[in-house]
């Protein structure tokens, strides 16, 4: 039974900083691409993602250099790291698990067939 168990989240302040866990069970991460996305007013938005075909890292350009994913094989997590947090980031943050590889990237949110609940962030101004 495949499963995405997802922790962190909450509350901080403009600049500061979260990290968001992601729990996988069920498959392995040497098998799937994984990444994470937030829902907001305008859909589900790839923030970052890792692909498992040689362990690179992509950011959308709003997160780069302020966000860090990264992967823990004997933990089997996934880790999305936030730092200087502003306000336009908050929403509700997914991990998800690629299907397969899409020509549009791992980025590409049609392209995950499961996902993680859901874990809020909200950053005040």
């Known amino acids: 039974d495949v499963q995405l168990v997802q922790s962190g989240g909450g509350l901080v302040e403009h600049g500061g900083s979260l990290t968001l866990a992601c729990v996988v069970r069920g498959f392995s991460l040497d098998q799937h691409s994984m990444g994470w996305f937030r829902e907001s007013g305008k859909g589900r938005e790839g923030i970052s993602c890792v692909?498992?075909?040689?362990?690179?890292?992509y950011y959308a350009d709003p997160y780069k250099g302020r966000f860090t994913i990264s992967v823990d094989y004997a933990k089997n997590t996934v880790y999305l790291e936030m730092n200087n947090l502003k306000p336009e980031d908050a929403g509700v943050y997914f991990c998800?698990?690629?299907?397969?590889?899409?020509?549009?990237?791992?980025?590409?949110?049609?392209?995950?067939?499961?996902w993680g609940p859901g874990t809020q962030v909200a950053v005040s101004a």
């Open positions: 998800g698990r690629e299907y397969r590889p899409s020509s549009r990237g791992c980025l590409y949110a049609l392209a995950y067939d499961k």
């Open positions: 692909s498992y075909l040689d362990r690179t890292t």
